[in-house]
């Protein structure tokens, strides 16, 4: 069995804050903001996440976190940015078609063709727009930008269940009880926690498990509790 491999905490605290961004939840968004604060991520990072959420989650959810952000004090707005410079706009196909050839690999052209038969503008905008203008930013690394699965496919989690999936990653084919993962959750679920912690692994193998034919990932240990099935490795 492969040693468990541990985000390291200013990393673990910035998808945490990404997750409560795709949510939307003002509360936890806050909460997030202060814990990647205190572990002393960078604002470099929560400006560069931020601005792909713009990408990823849409205006609205991305515009509350940014005035959330800028509520608490933290980093300072930038009296210029290379994103703004629209006739950097060959550059940043040139750089979208390489962070896009990073991130996909060998379904790299696949994913192209796919795209262009569904409009050529759509191809062209997830390129310059989404891989070159904003993902390509040198100001977070690739790896700390998108975490998808093998078919290339971003998985969207709650915040709940992205707590829940770094347990079992941290864990790997040990068995967790209910109480283990609750303290996962950060105590986010305070009196009958069975129930919803069994809730909560049901809606995350829907959405981490390929199919209901395919091998189960989390498996239930009858009495006991619950085990992430796979190896886990850091590439």
């Known amino acids: 069995m492969q040693k468990a491999?541990?985000?390291?905490?200013k990393t673990r605290d910035l998808v945490a804050l990404a997750a409560a961004v795709a949510q939307g939840d003002e509360p936890d968004i806050r909460d997030r903001l202060r814990a990647a604060r205190a572990s002393g991520v960078p604002a470099e990072w929560v400006e560069e996440l931020?601005?792909?959420?713009?990408?990823?989650?849409?205006?609205?959810?991305?515009l509350i976190a940014f005035g959330l952000w800028r509520s608490q004090?933290?980093?300072t707005v930038p009296a210029d940015?290379?994103?703004?410079?629209?006739?950097?706009?060959p550059l940043w196909a040139e750089r979208g078609e390489r962070t896009c050839a990073a991130v996909y690999g060998d379904n790299y052209r696949r994913l192209r063709d796919a795209i262009r038969d569904l409009h050529p503008a759509v191809d062209a905008w997830m390129i310059t727009e989404g891989y070159g203008r904003t993902m390509g930013r040198p100001g977070l690394d690739l790896m700390r930008r998108e975490l998808i699965n093998p078919q290339g496919v971003v998985v969207d989690l709650s915040t709940g269940e992205y707590d829940?999936?770094?347990t079992f990653l941290e864990a790997p084919q040990r068995v967790l009880t209910?109480?283990?993962l609750l303290d996962g959750a950060k105590n986010r679920v305070a009196t009958g926690f069975d129930r919803v912690i069994d809730v909560q692994v049901s809606r995350l193998r829907r959405k981490i498990?390929?199919?209901e034919d395919s091998q189960a990932m989390i498996k239930t240990i009858r009495g006991v509790g619950y085990m992430f099935v796979p190896t886990v490795r850091r590439e």
Do not use: F, K, N
Not at 81 to 89: L, M, Q, V
């Open 5 to 9: 491999v541990r985000l390291d905490p």
């Open 50 to 62: 931020l601005l792909q959420s713009i990408l990823m989650c849409g205006y609205p959810r991305a």
């Open 81 to 89: 940015d290379p994103g703004t410079r629209y006739e950097d706009h």
């Open 178 to 180: 209910r109480e283990q």
């Open 73 to 75: 004090g933290w980093g």
């Open 209 to 211: 498990e390929a199919s």
């Open 164 to 166: 829940m999936l770094l």
